[in-house]
């Protein structure tokens, strides 16, 4: 039976429905599910393209690993990538010195890739292979327009929510 989810931009009261790609992912899907409501505040991808992300604390007991990894998302999916700390507290990601997310060991991005052409590569890390985990059903569309906005208008005081549906 498949498993949905939703993904909402919280302040612009958007909210597309997702379904867990079980079968391609299980490890990914299952740790995110179990983990389920997820919510941090939203940031639009510099290097990806079109893309929207939230970084949480590390959840799962155990990491998935990799898995239906890809380094040319397509619209629609969501990503789960795993960083450490010093992985993100780079000038690049607009940290100086001593700033940055240092209190975490372990930091998960949870991604939303709206349009084509996205490419993971990073200045300072080379290729980021995410793991696929989920894909779009419902929403896409409206999705697609708020996520511009938070590129166009700006993400402050914007949120990003992944939760559990009841859709079966």
Request: charged share 20%.
């Amino acid at each position: 039976m498949a498993r949905y989810i939703t993904v909402t931009l919280e302040s612009r009261g958007v909210t597309c429905l997702a379904r867990l790609l079980d079968d391609e992912a299980p490890r990914t899907a299952a740790v995110v599910w179990d983990a389920l409501p997820l919510s941090s505040a939203v940031f639009h991808g510099k290097y990806a393209r079109n893309e929207i992300y939230n970084l949480v604390p590390a959840f799962a007991p155990v990491e998935p690993g990799k898995e239906n990894t890809t380094i040319t998302p397509i619209p629609g999916d969501l990503c789960y990538f795993e960083f450490d700390a010093n992985d993100l507290a780079t000038p690049s990601h607009g940290y100086t010195r001593g700033e940055g997310p240092q209190e975490l060991k372990k930091i998960i991005d949870l991604a939303v890739f709206y349009g084509r052409n996205n490419l993971l590569i990073n200045g300072d890390q080379g290729w980021v292979p995410g793991n696929v985990f989920g894909t779009i059903v419902e929403g896409l569309d409206e999705m697609a327009v708020a996520c511009q906005d938070v590129w166009m208008g700006g993400a402050r005081g914007e949120v990003l929510t992944f939760a559990r549906s009841d859709r079966t």
